[in-house]
């Protein structure tokens, strides 16, 4: 027998699995940013940011299209952000009863719906406007960002995925073994 090995070793089993279960306490993820679903958010809300400092630095941000495009450029950034900060401290998996993917989906269908047409009004005055042309190209690029969320977001919901994969503590559990 080789007097460096020892007569008894124990064996250590870890387990991460998925659940459908409220974890206990909320912690910080900065892992999320670095998914799919977290590039797509931030993405979502960056062009959101520069279309709205496009039409705000136009000599006709009073315009009435001026002020739809701003509703949904607000209003994109905010509720996005909102969902960033839920998916970055894992609280949709405190209230994990709720269809997030489904609540995703339609929202993001919608705000896909919201910056084509905000985006198609912009593009209308483009022509003598220079800054409506630069947000109509930042709408349509967060129209195509929002509708490939809305995608994802549809076929994890048809698949039952999880909103967020939720890893259970690690447990260890050991033997001697002879």
Not at 33 to 41: D, E, F, H, W
Not at 107 to 132: E, P
Not at 144 to 163: N, Q
Request: hydrophobic share 50%; charged share 10%; net charge positive.
């Amino acid at each position: 027998m080789d007097p460096g090995f020892p007569a008894a070793h124990t064996t250590v089993t870890t387990a991460t699995t998925k659940t459908n279960q409220a974890s206990a306490s909320l912690w910080f993820d900065a892992s999320y940013v670095r998914t799919t679903a977290g590039i797509l958010k931030i993405a979502a809300m960056v062009l959101s940011a520069i279309g709205f400092i496009c039409i705000a630095a136009s000599d006709h941000s009073q315009h009435s299209k001026a002020n739809w495009y701003y509703f949904v450029c607000i209003g994109g950034f905010w509720i996005t952000g909102v969902l960033l900060v839920f998916y970055l401290f894992h609280i949709v998996e405190k209230f994990y009863t709720i269809k997030w993917l489904l609540i995703e989906f339609l929202y993001n269908a919608l705000w896909s719906f919201f910056y084509m047409t905000a985006a198609a009004a912009c593009a209308s005055q483009g022509g003598r406007v220079a800054a409506w042309a630069a947000a109509a190209f930042f709408g349509f690029i967060a129209m195509m960002v929002y509708g490939f969320d809305a995608f994802l977001k549809f076929k994890g919901y048809r698949s039952g995925e999880l909103p967020q994969e939720t890893k259970l503590p690690t447990t260890t559990t050991g033997q001697p073994s002879y």
